[in-house]
């Protein structure tokens, strides 16, 4: 039989903050405990870290370039060949809860029901059994926090929404393991996306780090990156919050792992740890304040290095650590290559299917890009990057300033190398391979206005749009 799938992903949350990656600040004892029963994916990267962006390459196994979804708040097209398409031509049951942001159509307006209801049809991207989601928002509270099933009515929840969803997932979880036919559940969980403001995490949580002191990332920098957006730059405000911020980031961390410990145990219970691919993951990282950022849309690892765990019981090693370069459109094409699905020929990404089960390793390097700022149209932010194993090579287009690190010997990126006729070769070379995978894909680094004319009209990716070739 063929195994679930279970793909639970966070909103936000960095590799570099849990405890089994080393974060001596970090409450995470359910996923280092479980890491240790996973193979680790510890060189995946989110190739466009922001949320919708993501969510759009997870589920297309295109690049950016490819999907439209250049910024956030615009509305995904429909005409891909989906990951849950393939699903369901293979007789896979669906479930999706929580998080979707791709249905945006009008900046700001996030609570309207004709924004966060995901109408049942092609804008659930295949999803077509259970959906319990809404476009997005990032209050967790009861109260506040909802989402829609079949119908624009607003569902409150009557927890945390963090602690309801995975209550929901459970539920699912029971269920599907009932039935005869395999499934996929994909759980979005919205934490620990800002605000980082007390009232956004359960108390208890907060109180595990009343006496634990944060202090500023080795490479903080007082004056904003002249590269970054609105949503990047930092106020003198914001800049004495920092600490505070992570403070409720751990606390909401913390409690995603108390709901990864319950999830787990529902999984075993059920019996479907027997022959399930199960994932825990995240969309992108946070810089708080590393580089003079905050937020994500850039090529530092603080934003594009995410957890990847996943396990296979009796299929995948256990405690094993792959360090091959894995990219989010290479996500779906591997999955469905160890379930023996097929993959659509118009998918973008790499099946590395058999790096994963450790049968082989590639020194293929990551194309991610950033299309424009966070949530509007402008021109000046993009960038394209390029990561290996080793090196990160990037370069925006406003400038052309270009920038090579050695991620092995410089963690935190302090020192750009591009200056030094020693690294000349290297950074030669990677921005040949960067060049020929944008070829490859016809990214011609357009400026963002270019999209917002030629892709989009009234905030909705059209179907007819096509790739300018190079």
Known sequence: MRPNLIYVFADQLRYSSLGYAGDANALTPNLDAWSRECTDLCQAVSGHPVCAPYRASLLTGKYTTSTGMVINEIRMNTHHHTFADVLNENGYETAYIGKWHMYAAQLGNHYDARNSYIPKGRDRLGFND????????????????????????????????????????????????????????????????????????????????????????????????????????????????????????????????????????????????????????????????????????IFYEEAVRVPFLIRWQGQLAEGAK??????????????????????????????????????????????????????????????????????????????GLELLFDNRRDPYQMENLMGDPAYAETAADLRARMLARMERIGDAFENNTYYEKNWVENRLIKRTATINPL
């Not at 909401?252 to 479907?272: P, Y």
């Not at 091959?324 to 118009?346: R, Y």
């Open 130 to 297: 259970y959906f319990a989601g809404y476009n997005f928002r990032h209050e967790y509270n009861p109260g506040t926090a909802y989402y829609h099933l079949d119908s624009p009515e607003k569902i409150y929840y009557d927890r945390y929404e963090p602690d309801a969803q995975t209550d929901m997932a459970i539920a699912q979880l029971q269920r599907l393991s009932r039935g005869s036919r395999p499934f996929a559940l994909f759980l979005s969980i919205g934490t620990p996306h800002d605000p980082w403001v007390p009232e956004n995490v359960p108390a208890e949580c907060l109180e595990r780090f009343r006496d634990r002191d944060f202090g500023l990332p080795p490479n903080y920098l007082p004056d904003n990156d002249p590269h970054a957006d609105e949503w990047a730059r930092l106020s003198p405000q914001e800049r004495d919050s920092l600490t505070e911020w992570m403070r409720v980031y751990y606390a909401m961390t913390a409690n995603l792992d108390d709901n990864m410990g319950r999830l787990m145990a529902a999984i075993r219970e059920t019996g479907l740890d027997d022959n399930s691919i199960i994932i825990f993951t995240s969309d992108h990282g946070e810089l708080f304040g590393a580089h003079g950022r905050r937020a994500k849309n």
């Open 322 to 399: 792959r360090d091959f370069v894995f990219n989010t459109v290479d996500i779906m094409p591997s999955l469905l290559s160890l379930m023996g699905l097929p993959i659509p020929e118009e998918v973008e990404g790499t099946d590395l299917s058999a790096c994963i089960r450790g049968e082989a390793d590639t020194q293929e390097g990551a194309l991610m890009m950033c299309t424009g700022p966070t949530a509007v149209f402008g021109d000046g932010n993009e960038w394209r990057a390029y990561r290996t194993k080793q090196y990160t090579y990037a370069v925006f287009k406003a400038d």
